[in-house]
């Protein structure tokens, strides 16, 4: 609620302290770093992008997590990183896509 509120800081703060009791949930880490990007600290965002893309297993939170962390990245002009954040999101999408999941949702 406070995210959506347009409170990113006091987000932050909550999202912060629920990872301290829940350190294994990537949708906690990509909700902090999207409280951080909306505050324009993008730098500060990557580790959590990145935990939360790594941790995201085969789910829609990780499609989410990885377009954030490829536009975080491109924002900070590191646009090779982001190309291969691109190419492991295709390599993810695209078996899912042949078997007809997902179809329209990408």
Not at 45 to 70: E, I, N, V, Y
Not at 75 to 100: C, N, S
């Amino acid at each position: 609620l406070h995210f959506q509120a347009g409170r990113f800081e006091e987000a932050a703060g909550i999202y912060a302290r629920l990872l301290e009791m829940q350190p294994d949930d990537g949708a906690l880490y990509t909700s902090l770093a999207g409280c951080l990007g909306a505050m324009g600290q993008y730098e500060e965002a990557l580790p959590g992008l990145r935990k939360g893309f790594g941790q995201g297993g085969d789910s829609p939170m990780r499609r989410a997590t990885g377009l954030a962390l490829q536009r975080s990245l491109n924002g900070l002009g590191r646009d090779e990183e982001a190309a291969e954040v691109a190419l492991e999101l295709t390599r993810w999408i695209a078996p899912r896509l042949d078997r007809g999941e997902g179809a329209g949702k990408c």
